[in-house]
Each structure stands twice: as C-alpha cells, then as structure tokens.
C-alpha cells in the first residue's frame, strides 16, 4: 500500500481526555488516558507527543500508522503499538473512507509539564501543517 500524504482538508479526530491521575510510584509523573475518535477518512497531521511514553490501542475500525522511518503499518481492530518520548508520528489516519474508528492512548507524562501545559504537553503538530 503507498503512503498518503497529509492533506488538511481531511477531518481531524476528535481527542477527549478520560483521565488523568499523578503515579504514585513513579513520583513526578502522571498518567493520562485519552479516546481519541476518527471520522471516515480522518487524519491527523505529522506530530510528536513529546517527553511522553505512548501506548495505543484500536478499539474499533483500521488505521494506517508510521512511526519515524520505519515503514507504514496497517493496524486493525484489536492493535496495539508503543512510541517512545520524542517518536515522530509521520501518518496517523483512518483507513477507511466509510467507517470511523477509535483508539484509546495512554500517555505518561512529567506532571509538572502537564499541569503547565495541558493538551500542548500531549501533542505536538508538526510546525508546518499548524
């Protein structure tokens, strides 16, 4: 399968937090779960999500993901993958031009940086496509 290229016009997914709690035997850290939601041809523009440590899991639907330089991944329902601080997510979208799809992402996160920052400290859109 060839790799899309990012286009904006696609819809974005809709990200909400579920939870948020600070680990008590990771002092400094937090751990964050969001549901992140893609329309029927959804994408999400090439990002990074910072210090944070990720892991995913496909509730529902197929998407097509790219991790830094390695090759292009077709995850389908029941998927899971890792990135690690400072992994570059060069394609994140929905497979499908019909179907959505859902993943759920926990992040673990320097507290202090997510109290400061929010959202920001989860999610950083390459500069280009802001």
Known sequence: MEEPTYDPSRPMPAINIAYQYKLD??????????????????????????????????????????????????????????????????????ASKTEPATLFANMVVDTDVFERDGMDALLQIDEEYR
């Open 25 to 94: 035997n990771c002092p400094g850290k937090t751990i964050v779960g969001l549901r992140i939601e893609f329309k029927p041809n959804g994408s999400t523009p090439p990002h990074r999500h910072g210090g944070c440590s990720v892991s995913a899991y496909l509730i529902s639907g197929t998407l097509l993901n790219k991790m830094n330089d390695s090759l292009m991944k077709v995850i389908e329902t029941g998927g899971t993958w890792y990135e690690a601080p400072g992994c570059h997510h060069r394609i994140s979208d929905n």
